[in-house]
Structures are given as structure tokens and as C-alpha cells.
């Protein structure tokens, strides 16, 4: 009933910034949470950022001082902005929510970084 749909990934030289955005659709009432997530070929998916139950944001700390997460709650997305890139950003990006007591994914986009 609710589908999440990424975009703004791609391939950026180090040091340069993307805006990763996930749009929400469907059955949405509220939306208790939200976050993002990553995954590097041979790694585990972490954390990168995402919203706690008091309503704080947690950054994983690779990420503190160069990415950001907002939401436009009109148009039910949430965006992640990328800076200072750096090689080991590259990944998997995943947006989730908690939407109504029930999570979901998106599908993942990749970012790719280079040197």
C-alpha cells in the first residue's frame, strides 16, 4: 500500500554532492519515522542517518558535518544531501519509513564515487 521511490543517484568525483530524494505514495497516514541506509559491495548495510522515536536525528558518524537529512511533508519526500564525498561513500542507498507502525523500502540507488 505504500511504495518508496529513490532518485538522485549517480557518479560524482570526490568532494562534489548529490541530493538523494524519496518520494512516499499511497496509503500514508502518518509517518512515525524515516531514514537511510547503505551498503557497500562486501559490506554490511549500516545506518547513515535516520529519525528517532523523540524525534531527534541520528547521523552515523562518517557522515556528521557533511550529510543531511529533511523532509517536505507536502509532498510526503525525504531528502538526503550528500557533501565532501569521499570514495567510501560508495554504495547502495536505501530510504526506509515507518509509515502507520509499518516499514518500508525503497529499492536502492546506487552512488559511486570516485577518485
Known amino acids: 500500500q505504500v511504495q518508496l521511490v529513490e532518485s538522485g543517484g549517480g557518479l560524482v568525483q570526490a568532494g562534489g554532492s548529490l541530493r538523494l530524494a524519496c518520494a512516499a505514495s499511497?496509503?500514508?497516514?502518518?509517518?512515525?519515522?524515516m531514514g537511510w541506509y547503505r551498503q557497500a559491495p562486501g559490506k554490511q548495510r549500516e545506518l547513515v542517518a535516520a529519525?528517532?522515536?523523540?524525534?531527534?536525528?541520528n547521523y552515523a558518524d562518517s557522515t556528521k558535518g557533511r550529510f543531511t537529512i529533511s523532509r517536505d511533508n507536502a509532498k510526503n519526500t525525504g531528502y538526503l544531501q550528500m557533501n565532501s564525498l569521499k570514495p567510501e561513500d560508495t554504495g547502495v542507498y536505501y530510504c526506509?519509513?515507518?509509515?502507520?507502525?509499518?516499514?518500508?523500502w525503497g529499492q536502492g540507488t546506487q552512488v559511486t564515487v570516485s577518485s
Open positions: 499511497g496509503s500514508i497516514g502518518t509517518i512515525n519515522a
Open positions: 526506509t519509513a515507518k509509515v502507520d507502525g509499518r516499514d518500508y
Open positions: 529519525t528517532l522515536h523523540d524525534g531527534s536525528i
